[in-house]
């Protein structure tokens, strides 16, 4: 697509429940991100896929959290057991790598709101 | 570990007038990044900085990095209303994985 999709826009989910936020990057992207934003905070890192290489999970914060990306295109982030702190701004970013081997361009989806209630 | 900070985090200015976002990082860089962000939308890409000296303008923004102070600035000439909205800077590591690692944000109004 044109852009960086990501669905749902927002979700409001229970307390206790899991939630799955999806995230569809431009194509020929090879690399995806997932960041985190908390009301008036800047952007948290929480996993990088980089092509078929092992994803860097190390911004995760706890093990409720997983992300997979399925065909190297679109990405799923799975919170388990949804707490009232998880709620924030989940935002997706895919970049392409240039020929030096850097990723240089990264275009940011519209983000999913998930409020824990 | 890579720290980004950005000053002032609050800036309320008059249209008209001039000011300066200041951006400073811990460790060396490959690259840096400004984005704008508007209230309930996600991040527009405004420059990226790739080397020493470097300056782009856009408009009334203009980014310039100096790599040995490790500081990037933005400047902003005769604001007007339209650039209020919080901006970002961000810095590459290619050693962390091509990630970026944000500052905390600057929070831009500007006043009729």
């Known amino acids: 697509g044109a852009g960086v999709s990501q669905s749902p826009s927002n979700k409001v989910t229970e307390k206790g429940k899991d939630v799955e936020l999806r995230c569809d990057p431009i194509?020929?992207?090879?690399?995806l991100y997932w960041y985190r934003q908390s009301l008036g905070q800047g952007l948290e890192f929480l996993i990088y896929f980089q092509g078929n290489s092992a994803p860097d999970k190390s911004g995760l914060p706890s093990d409720r959290f997983s992300a997979e990306r399925t065909g190297g295109s679109v990405s799923t982030l799975t919170i388990q057991r949804t707490q009232q702190e998880d709620s924030a701004v989940y935002l997706c970013?895919?970049?392409?790598?240039?020929?030096?081997?850097?990723?240089?361009?990264?275009?940011f989806g519209s983000g999913t709101r998930l409020t824990v209630v | 570990e890579l720290k980004v900070e950005q000053n002032p985090l609050f800036l309320s200015m008059q249209e008209g007038k001039n000011y300066t976002i200041y951006c400073n990082y811990s460790t060396t860089s490959d690259r840096l990044y400004w984005y704008r962000q508007d209230p309930g939308k996600s991040l527009e890409s405004l420059f990226v900085?790739?080397?020493?000296?470097a300056v782009k303008q856009e408009g009334r923004l203009m980014a310039s990095l100096d790599t040995k102070a490790r500081l990037s600035t933005l400047h902003i000439t005769a604001a007007v209303h339209d650039l209020s909205a919080t901006y970002f800077c961000a810095v590459v590591q290619e050693t962390s994985g091509s990630r970026l690692t944000f500052g905390e944000g600057t929070q831009l109004t500007v006043n009729p």
């Open positions: 970013a895919s970049s392409t790598r240039a020929p030096a081997g850097k990723n240089y361009g990264y275009t």
């Open positions: 194509s020929g992207h090879t690399a």
């Open positions: 900085l790739l080397s020493n000296g």
